[in-house]
T-cell receptor
């Protein structure tokens, strides 16, 4: 079974709709992240969480919100989706950022299309 | 702000050696990472340089020079399966932007 899972894998929605993307992990990591990926722009950090009570904005948090329901679950919401939020969204986890290897583990991604 | 630059595309033949460069403009960071992403897949971690110098992991090596604001990923004995996108990323600390990724380099390995 995958260590980091994301649901749904694909979603098509309309402008103005509320959308929730979910991420679950079985790695036992405290730190979880949400990124979006657009062609030619790499991965951009939306929000990150160091534990259930610690949530931080990343580079591009406007238009997004998150919820850390448990150590293993981190959800990303688009309250009112707009077409320029069409992108590939990745959830990631890490044991300790800045540690010896500083490795992040990514989920399979959710492809979101906003019409 | 923080920014990283990478070549958008690199092409090489099977068995060759290729170097993917990453230059950055950032006011202090803790380390430089490299990730590989195959089409339709998720990024996977390749290496991390906390200190200047060369880190070697099998066919892949990564280099960092803080004085030159520069790093690279070196892939040796290229195989077809190495065709993928490669991203450099800096870790900026626990808060703020935290991690910043470069735009990625698409490597095509030809037979």
């Amino acid at each position: 079974d995958a260590d980091v899972t994301q649901t749904p894998r694909n979603r098509i929605t309309k402008t103005g709709k509320r959308i929730m993307l979910e991420c679950s992990q079985t790695k036992g990591h405290d730190r979880m992240y949400w990124y979006r990926q657009d062609p030619g722009l790499g991965l951009r950090l939306i929000y990150y969480s160091f534990d259930v009570k610690d949530i931080n904005k990343g580079e591009i948090s406007d238009g997004y919100s998150v919820s850390r329901q448990a150590q293993a679950k981190f959800s990303l919401s688009l309250e009112s989706a707009i077409p320029n939020q069409t992108a590939l969204y990745f959830c990631a986890t890490s044991a300790v950022a800045g540690g010896p290897y500083n490795e992040q583990f990514f989920g399979p991604g959710t492809r979101l299309t906003v019409l | 702000g923080q920014s990283l630059e990478q070549p958008s595309e690199v092409t090489a033949v099977e068995g060759a050696i290729v170097q993917i460069n990453c230059t950055y403009q950032t006011s202090g960071f803790y380390g430089l990472s490299w990730y590989q992403q195959h089409d339709g897949g998720a990024p996977t971690f390749l290496s991390y340089n906390a200190l200047d110098g060369l880190e070697e992991t099998g066919r892949f090596s990564s280099f960092l020079s803080r004085s030159d604001s520069y790093g690279y990923l070196l892939l040796q004995e290229l195989q077809m399966k190495d065709s993928a996108s490669y991203f450099c990323a800096v870790y900026l600390g626990n808060y703020g932007q935290n991690f910043v990724f470069g735009p990625g380099t698409r490597l095509s390995v030809l037979p």
